[in-house]
């Protein structure tokens, strides 16, 4: 079953609004209704991105990154740290 990209791009749209109020209500680090926003944009864009590519063959310029990207740039940045630098 297909989703009209329309109405997957009001569910994103609601959920960035969402996690706006959650950020602006913030009650310290780890506040788990600004977390539990933050996973619903990511779910809502990837039915949205979903969606439109089904409907259009096109996507956005935009990618959600899970916490295993954010650990591979760590350990590049780490790798990164480890080289040095031999002047001739």
């Given at each position: 079953m297909s989703i009209d990209p329309r109405v997957a791009l009001q569910s994103l749209t609601t959920a960035l609004e969402e996690h706006l109020i959650a950020a602006s209500n913030r009650r310290g680090d780890g506040?788990?209704?600004?977390?539990?926003?933050?996973?619903?944009?990511?779910?809502?864009?990837?039915?949205?991105?979903d969606a439109l590519y089904?409907?259009?063959n096109e996507v956005t310029p935009l990618q959600v990154f899970d916490d295993e990207d954010e650990e591979d740039e760590e350990s590049v940045a780490d790798d990164d740290e480890d080289l040095e630098i031999v002047e001739e």
């Open positions: 506040d788990p209704s600004v977390e539990a926003a933050f996973f619903a944009v990511a779910d809502a864009f990837e039915v949205y991105e089904e409907a259009y």
